[in-house]
């Protein structure tokens, strides 16, 4: 089982201003979004205040990838990161698959945590909810 969820609040920018080209760019990542939710996942662009956010969301039985070894996740991060650089948020996942790249670098039994901050995307190990047994679930 792999699982994620993530928020991202988006921006134009670094500085947080609306360009005047927002609007435009939330409609190019529009296609991104759509498309996500194909296979135990969902993405949902919404407003906080008027503020643009998206929220991602899957369970699917396992992590899936493209010929080129690209999940859904690494495909849209990439596509919000080009349109809308100076968006920020994180994404927490797991996976219970043994041996593939989220277990590999969080260790089992944990959460991985995807920071996108600036426009760069960095990955740590989870300090609040792993190792998931015993923290949040019983052995």
């Known amino acids: 089982m792999y699982e994620f969820q993530g928020w991202f609040r988006l921006a134009e920018t670094l500085d947080q201003v609306d360009g ?21 996942s969902s993405a949902k662009l919404y407003f906080a205040d008027t503020l643009p956010c998206v929220r991602i969301t899957g369970h699917p039985n396992r992590v899936r990838r493209d010929p080129g070894g ?3 996740v690494d495909e849209f991060l990439a596509e919000l ?4 650089p100076g968006s920020w948020g994180m994404l927490y996942e797991r996976s219970n698959d043994g041996g593939d790249e989220i277990s590999t670098t969080a260790g089992a039994n944990s959460f991985r945590v995807r920071v996108l901050s600036q426009g760069t995307l960095t990955m ?3 300090p609040f909810l792993s190792p998931c047994v015993p923290v949040i679930e019983d052995a």
Do not use: C, N, V, W
């Open 20 to 40: 005047g080209g927002l609007a435009a760019k939330l409609g190019e990542l529009g296609p991104a979004i759509a498309q996500f939710g194909r296979i135990s």
């Open 70 to 72: 690209e999940t859904d």
């Open 81 to 84: 990161i080009l349109l809308l």
């Open 124 to 126: 740590h190990a989870d």
